[in-house]
């Protein structure tokens, strides 16, 4: 049993996905592959602040260990790399949909 495992099954998908960066890059990631720079534009882009390149480094590598990701390297120069979901990562979209959801349910409510 890893790190990531827990006896509840809402614990564990929080312990993969629960980081405020890790759903931005899976939902941007739902729409189609990206590079690099893509993904640090795209997140700055919808949470109107940046993203350093070591912490969207780290939320992809952790993200490419849980098998969530993909991580494809092209040989030329300068060097290409594409991120993509892997079939894991895309059953999140229905995860995300819901969040989605609620989302715009809770902003439209007298709270």
Known sequence: MNNYHSLCPIETTLNLIGNKWKFIIIRDLLESKKRFGELKKSIGATKNQNISQKVLTQNL?????????KRKVYAQVPPK????????????????????????????INV
């Not at 590598?61 to 990701?69: A, F, Q």
Request: a neutral charge; glycine letters at 6%.
């Open 81 to 108: 790399v594409e991120y993509a979901l892997t079939p894991l990562g895309e059953s999140l979209r229905d995860v995300l949909k819901s969040l989605e959801v609620w989302g715009n349910y809770y902003k439209n």
């Open 61 to 69: 590598r952790e993200l490419e260990r849980v098998k969530l990701i």
